[in-house]
């Protein structure tokens, strides 16, 4: 029996319509061999945990530039608790000051990408924290 393919659902919340990186993050994790959700453009938190739930994700990334970041991931996180799906992994990447990105992996988010990470980062993280489960 071969190994499970990992499943990734990549976001884009709230009104930025800006999705290249997400694009290329969502392609980069596809081309290395992983399952990819890409959900489009204006989704809510909400969406975005019954898209995750429904398609049975190992992981959640949302790419985030509105300066939303405070609001959407405790959004997320606290949804995922809520559906006891808190095992899903939630990465993202995206414009978050740094004074944020460590309050934000304090509450739960497992990582965050700054823009001009190489995706290669990204797909070693998750098969390292999906793979080594």
């Known amino acids: 029996m071969g190994k499970k393919r990992i499943r990734v659902l990549i976001a884009k919340p709230g009104l930025d319509g800006h999705d290249r990186g997400a694009k290329v993050v ?54 995922l608790e809520e559906n006891e799906a808190g095992d899903i992994i939630l990465f993202g990447g995206g414009i978050i000051p740094d004074d944020d990105v460590k309050g934000l992996l304090e509450s739960g988010v497992a990582a965050l990408f700054p823009p001009g990470t190489d995706t290669g980062d990204i797909v070693r993280f998750l098969e390292e924290r999906i793979s080594g489960e």
């Open 26 to 79: 969502a392609r980069a994790l596809r081309d290395a061999g992983m399952e990819v959700i890409y959900t489009g453009l204006r989704q809510t938190p909400e969406m975005i945990v019954t898209a995750a739930l429904q398609e049975g994700a190992d992981a959640i990334g949302i790419s985030i530039l509105s300066g939303a970041h405070m609001h959407v991931f405790p959004e997320v996180l606290r949804l």
